[in-house]
């Protein structure tokens, strides 16, 4: 059973960082796709980032870019996101998902339906 274990989440201050670790097990971590949604009070789930299994290829949410940045250590079966310059706009749940099958799209990594292994989230907020 695939397991997914977010942290890092926090308080900060606009302008603060952050980095988020997504702990991956249950399976050859190293395969599959994986990225990283957020959901705010109120709002659907958006996309923030996506990675191919190797990290060689990322996508990113417009309202991210030049801020964020994913990446992935196959050795540790660990994913992160590190945020920068964040904004009270970025306040969210954060979760990270990993896809059921080891089909890359690079155009299906902004596609939460197509994600198939989800964690529970951490909790971040930008205070003003």
């Known amino acids: 059973q695939v397991h997914l274990v977010e942290s890092g989440g926090g308080l900060v201050q606009t302008g603060g960082s952050l980095r988020l670790s997504c702990a991956a097990s249950g399976r050859t971590f190293s395969s599959y796709p994986m990225g990283w949604f957020r959901q705010a009070p109120g709002k659907e789930r958006e996309f923030v980032a996506g990675s191919s299994y190797s990290g060689g290829n990322t996508k990113y949410a417009d309202s991210v870019k030049g801020r964020f940045s994913i990446s992935r250590d196959n050795a540790k079966n660990t994913m992160y996101l590190q945020m920068n310059s964040l904004k009270p706009e970025d306040t969210a749940v954060y979760y990270c998902?990993?896809?059921?099958?080891?089909?890359?799209?690079?155009?299906?990594?902004?596609?939460?339906?197509?994600?198939?292994?989800w964690g529970q989230g951490t909790q971040v907020t930008v205070s003003s």
């Open positions: 998902a990993t896809k059921g099958t080891r089909d890359y799209s690079y155009g299906l990594l902004g596609v939460s339906s197509s994600y198939t292994y």
